[in-house]
């Protein structure tokens, strides 16, 4: 199973950008596909996910990203997107989108060890 993170660059505070994430794989492979961020100098966190095998698409948020960030699917094309509205310069980080083979449940209670595959990471920077 291969990842890959791109949409990545510099937007001004209060704009937005949408991330998309290419995977090889589908649900005989894994359940559930998580958005990470990493910042220079912090630890990296987990900022949602998306169920791939549910017929609802559901998805899970952290407290920080809620009601400004949204995770879709489209499984046709293997892709799943992070659209980032009224960004924040504390939102500068490498992206990076991950799957795990267990139910979405796995990956938000687990948010690390409940990743089975990582992908590369893509720059976002919120400057002006």
């Known amino acids: 199973v291969q990842l890959q993170a791109s949409g990545g660059g510099l937007v001004q505070p209060g704009g937005s950008l949408r991330l998309s994430c290419v995977h090889s794989g589908s649900t005989l492979d894994f359940n559930a596909i998580a958005w990470f961020r990493q910042a220079p100098g912090k630890e990296r966190e987990r900022v949602g996910c998306?169920?791939?095998?549910?017929?609802?698409?559901?998805?899970n948020y952290a407290d920080s990203v809620k009601g400004r960030f949204t995770i879709s699917r489209d499984n046709a094309k293997n892709t799943v997107y992070l659209q980032m509205n009224s960004l924040k310069p504390e939102d500068t980080a490498v992206y990076y989108c991950?799957?795990?083979?267990?139910?979405?449940?796995?990956?938000?209670?687990?948010?690390?060890?409940?990743?089975?595959?990582w992908g590369k990471g893509t720059q976002v920077t919120v400057s002006s």
């Open positions: 991950a799957a795990g083979r267990g139910p979405l449940i796995t990956i938000m209670t687990y948010p690390f060890s409940g990743v089975d595959y």
């Open positions: 998306i169920s791939i095998s549910s017929s609802d698409g559901r998805t």
